[in-house]
């Protein structure tokens, strides 16, 4: 897995990909994960790994003027995106913030804490989320979205096969994002996992997310992930993955995009 400030300039590199994704995916999970969390008038709010902001937006917006909403991300790039979208619609309650999650300690403590698509980037996943339940008050809510088991595996399979023909050597997925999305992929993995944690009142629903791509978008996934880390180092070699891996993807490909939505209490 690519270590917190690598993985900074990844997704600073791939910004304006990662960002062409919103309209068919982040943002509508986005929506899923705040009603999920049941975020409500004035409370606290922090969006852990904020991305382009696709959570902030309808957790301020639920919360309310008057509320904290705090967001937080490595990446630059991906932070001027979210405060644009926050004051092109006048939420002016968020604050927003360069940081790593693992060292962000706030003076305050907060009623709800979400995270999307991103707990399988902490370096220990286990001691990661305890610190983002550390932030919370008691009774407070811990809420996640992650890959559901099948998600993306036939669109990263295609990509890994085609990036191999070019000799690329594949990464070990020792101690990597991938066996931390593994150790959570189903309903009952991510419960079990939450509660020995020592949190209470975990629900896990599978949600199914088919999401229609076109070649273009099929392609920003690729470049606004860390999956370009996978590409040929040589440009003529990556422009011949590119060509392959789309040309079996087909005009229109249907991602399984399918989530987990996480909820628990904190005792």
Known sequence: MP???????????GAGDFERMAPSLWNPMGNALVAAADVKLDESVLDACCGGGSITVPAAQSAGPSAIVDAVDLSAELLEIAAAKAKTLSLE????????????????????????????????????????????RSGGRLAFSTWAEGALTDFTSALFRHCAAEGVQLPNTSESSRDNMLRINTPQKASDWLQELGLKEVSAAHTS??????????????????LRLLLPE????????RDAFLAELGEEYTLNADTLLVTAVKP
Do not use: K
């Open 3 to 13: 270590e917190q400030q690598p993985l900074a300039r990844i997704f600073d590199a």
């Open 93 to 136: 309650n968020v604050s927003f913030s360069q940081s790593d999650v693992l060292g962000f300690r706030p003076d305050t403590q907060y009623d709800v804490v979400l995270c999307g698509y991103a707990v399988f980037f902490l370096p220990d996943m286990d001691a990661g989320v305890r610190h983002l339940a550390s932030l919370l």
């Open 209 to 226: 997310v088919p999401v229609l791509l076109s070649q273009d978008l099929a392609w920003s996934l690729v470049m606004g992930s860390p």
């Open 234 to 241: 040589d440009q003529d070699a990556a422009g011949r993955v």
